[in-house]
């Protein structure tokens, strides 16, 4: 059973950075396709990024943080990261990690209960 665990999170000012990360504490993720998906208030959960498990790890975004997020994989430390740049209000959310299956490159859909996320919130 996998048990991801996201962090990173933080207060930030428009147009700054910051960079998530997503570590599995039991099973390993070298294998596994892996996604980011974030919720803000009111709102439903919403697909962010994902990375193949295999064959060049592909990756792909959601059209709104396309050039802004960087999704990244470090395999040795069982860790998924999201560098986020140039944020913006309209992206503050909690933000969750998943392992995911790609039923198209356009419908990436999560297989775990979600964990606790962790809160990104972006100043005007």
């Known amino acids: 059973q996998a048990h991801l665990v996201e962090s990173g999170g933080g207060l930030v000012q428009a147009g700054g950075s910051l960079r998530l990360s997503c570590t599995s504490l039991g099973r390993p993720l070298f294998s596994y396709g892996m996604g980011w998906f974030r919720q803000a208030p009111g709102q439903e959960r919403e697909f962010v990024a994902a990375?193949?498990?295999?064959?060049?790890?592909?990756?792909y975004y959601t059209d709104s943080v396309k050039g802004r997020f960087t999704i990244s994989r470090a395999n040795d430390k069982n860790t998924i990261y999201l560098e986020m740049n140039s944020l913006k209000p309209e992206d503050t959310a909690v933000y969750y990690c998943n392992i995911v299956v790609f039923a198209t490159a356009a419908d990436i859909r999560p297989t775990l209960a979600w964990g606790q996320g962790t809160q990104v919130t972006v100043s005007s």
């Open positions: 990375i193949s498990g295999s064959g060049g790890y592909s990756t």
